[in-house]
């Protein structure tokens, strides 16, 4: 099930798999079988037979009467990633499959990336004649101002890698804007500051006829944190700022009319936040 399409008014929202993945203790601590197991809505979407959970990797494509908006670019194929083998120099057939959905690379004319994660900006860039090139050279790659300024000081092996070979090129091609938190990029589309995982991390809002969706990024990573808003990412940027972000958010969209697209939500990757005992749990019926 590698597309899924949501409409939003006017808007599609079309999702572009790129692979799954079992398995999240290595990002949230608590996310055991066990303890997934005392979240009982998580089955069967989010969590497989032997109750570990389930991650998604995908881009979400935003398609209005006159944009493509492409919301994150996966992990991307030939990328140098040894410290998470999985992802290490893959080739898969995204791009491919971003064309069967109906968006061939060059008809996308921006980019937005709600952060800088490895995971997020892999297609970004493409390898050709041995040389990273901006895989969507017609559009135009939106970046929040504190995202770019945090990683651009970054000297560690593993983020300049990253940058080098995913971001750097598309910001000498001149194809990089730097925009606030809030930025409308259209009249159905504006981002909303959600800091935390990341210092200039946002979440995507559209809205279309009286229609609402968001897409998290990876403000909330899997669905338990729904249940469990507590549950951070061993590799936020800053945990506490994360959890308040994330119980805000909470409680902002609990039990409102408003679908929540999860960045790395697995399954029907969608659905609506219901206040559930005491605390939240996503609806997809």
């Known amino acids: 099930m590698s597309h899924l399409t949501w409409q939003i008014g006017d808007v599609r ?19 055991s079988a066990a303890n997934l197991g005392k979240i009982p809505w998580l089955a069967p979407h989010f969590v497989n037979g032997e109750g570990e959970a389930v991650l998604s990797i995908h881009a979400l494509v935003i398609e209005t009467r006159d944009r493509r908006i492409l919301v994150d670019t996966c992990v991307g194929n030939d990328k140098n990633l040894p410290v998470i083998a999985d992802w290490h120099q893959r080739t898969g057939p995204f791009l491919a499959d ?19 994660h490895v995971d997020h900006v892999g297609w970004n860039t493409m390898r050709v004649d041995g040389k990273w090139q901006p895989t969507f050279a017609e559009a135009r790659y939106l970046v ?4 770019w300024a945090h990683w651009s000081e970054k000297t560690d092996e593993f983020t300049t890698q990253v940058l080098d070979e995913s ?17 409308r990029v259209c009249d159905e589309v504006w981002l909303e500051p ?8 946002v979440s995507v809002r559209v809205s279309s006829r009286g229609e609402d969706a968001v897409i998290t990024g990876d403000m909330i990573h899997h669905p338990c944190q729904i249940a469990e808003p507590g549950w951070g990412a061993q590799v936020d ?9 994330r119980s805000d958010f909470l409680a902002r969209y609990g039990d409102q009319p408003v679908l929540v ?25």
């Open 194 to 201: 959600t800091p935390g995982h990341t210092p200039g991390h």
């Open 237 to 245: 940027h800053d945990f506490d700022q994360g959890v308040r972000t």
């Open 144 to 147: 929040a101002h504190d995202e």
């Open 98 to 116: 971003l064309a069967d959905a109906g968006y061939p690379r060059e008809s996308v004319d921006t980019v937005l990336c709600t952060h800088l």
């Open 13 to 31: 929202i079309t999702r572009v798999q790129e692979f799954e993945m079992e398995g999240l203790e290595w990002v949230i601590e608590q996310a």
């Open 261 to 285: 697209i999860g960045t790395h939500f697995a399954g029907p990757s969608a659905g609506r936040i219901v206040r559930d005992a005491g605390t939240y749990r996503l609806d997809v019926g």
């Open 167 to 183: 971001v750097r090129p598309v910001w000498d091609a001149g194809l990089v804007d730097l925009v606030d938190a809030n930025h």
